[in-house]
């Protein structure tokens, strides 16, 4: 069994505003906790991946080729393996996410 927490897991700072523990990552999946203060965006991209994430805490906005959806706490989502988005937090405040991964982005790993 492995397990982590915030003090242990490996934090990463892709860009301005946005931050990222790899909680646990295992063979087929991954859980990551991300933080993104107000204003920030992650910009459009897509991956092979499936992503399914929970929203924590404030309100993030998803852009995609059908259309811009606003999530707030207690929202879960789907994106699908290549479905291109881009990710920002309209505020007010920070937004926490969880989201899993599968396969694991190697991506991440590597950093």
């Known amino acids: 069994m492995e397990f982590s927490n915030l003090e242990n897991a490996v934090k990463q700072e892709p860009s ?8 646990v ?8 906790l991300i933080e993104l203060d107000e204003g920030s965006v ?8 499936e992503q399914i994430g929970y929203v924590l805490k404030g309100r ?3 852009r995609t080729p059908s259309g811009t959806y606003t999530f707030s706490e ?3 989502y789907l994106l699908r393996s290549n479905e291109p ?3 920002r ?3 007010p405040g920070k937004a926490i996410v969880i989201e899993v991964f599968s ?4 991506d991440f790993l590597k950093k």
């Open 103 to 106: 396969p694991p982005r190697e």
């Open 85 to 87: 988005h881009e990710v």
């Open 89 to 91: 937090n309209p505020g």
């Open 60 to 62: 993030i906005e998803f």
């Open 25 to 32: 990552s295992g063979a087929k999946t991954m859980m990551v």
């Open 16 to 23: 301005k505003g946005i931050r990222r523990w790899i909680m």
């Open 74 to 76: 207690g929202t879960a």
């Open 42 to 49: 992650i910009p459009m991209h897509n991956h092979h991946n």
